[in-house]
């Protein structure tokens, strides 16, 4: 029923908007902005992150991840998204969908991170809420998976907010900041996600590909 709808570059067209905020793909000219984020954010995400390199906000460290990116996008195995305050047009985190599987999982894991300075305030909610309904609604999946830190109190309390379930534990299940660390693991199907939206407790969301995305 579903197919994935993006070929070439187009993938850099779309935007999901909510009231908030808008999502889209990252492009060239965001590395500024990205960069000084991330910067100031440091002490606030290392805790979180696999170890930074020592060129980790450099303009060739993030043109490397746009490759990626636009290799995962072409591929149909990943999505990238960066957050923008919708009023002022900030930088305000990012959030991926990687390891797709189609076949008989139609699965997708959830990545996300958010500035320090705009932390807590409801911006990453909405940010995985749109990117939720891309996941199931338009490139049709039934599941997203997510895990986080067993002492990520915040990250835990915003996908139960989403409402994902607790489905397990794994020992030593990422590298995080140099240590192999166990994670909580998060699980999302499509139909508990739309009887959720149905419930109204969703931000009203609109798709749109505009014609001339800036490079």
């Known amino acids: ?14 935007l999901l908007e ?19 984020l991330r910067r100031e954010s440091r002490d606030f995400l290392v805790p979180w ?9 450099t303009r060739g460290a993030f043109r490397r991840r746009l490759r990626y990116h636009n290799s995962e996008w072409r591929s149909g195995s990943g999505a990238a998204f960066f957050i923008f305050h919708r009023t002022d047009g900030q930088l305000v985190g990012g959030v991926t969908l990687a390891n797709i599987r189609r076949g008989v999982a139609q699965t997708g894991s959830l990545g996300y991170w ?33 895990a986080c830190l067993p002492d990520n109190a915040a990250s835990q309390a915003l996908l139960q907010r989403l409402r994902f379930s607790r489905e ?16 909580v693991l998060y699980g ?5 996600h739309r009887a959720q939206r149905n419930a109204g407790a969703g931000p009203a969301i609109r798709q749109a590909w505009p014609a001339s995305p800036e490079s």
């Open 1 to 14: 029923m579903f197919a994935w709808p993006l070929t070439g570059n187009d993938h850099r067209s779309l």
């Open 18 to 36: 909510g009231p908030r905020v808008i999502l889209r793909a990252p492009r060239s000219r965001d590395w500024r902005a990205w960069a000084a």
């Open 188 to 192: 999302l199907l499509r139909a508990d």
């Open 49 to 57: 992150e696999p170890t930074w390199p020592h060129d980790a906000l």
């Open 168 to 183: 397990g534990y794994a020992r030593q299940y990422l590298r995080i900041n140099g240590s192999w660390r166990d994670h």
């Open 114 to 146: 958010v500035g320090a300075r705009y932390a807590r305030q409801g911006f990453m909610t909405e940010g995985l809420g749109l990117v939720l309904d891309y996941a199931f609604e338009t490139i049709g999946l039934h599941r997203v998976e997510a």
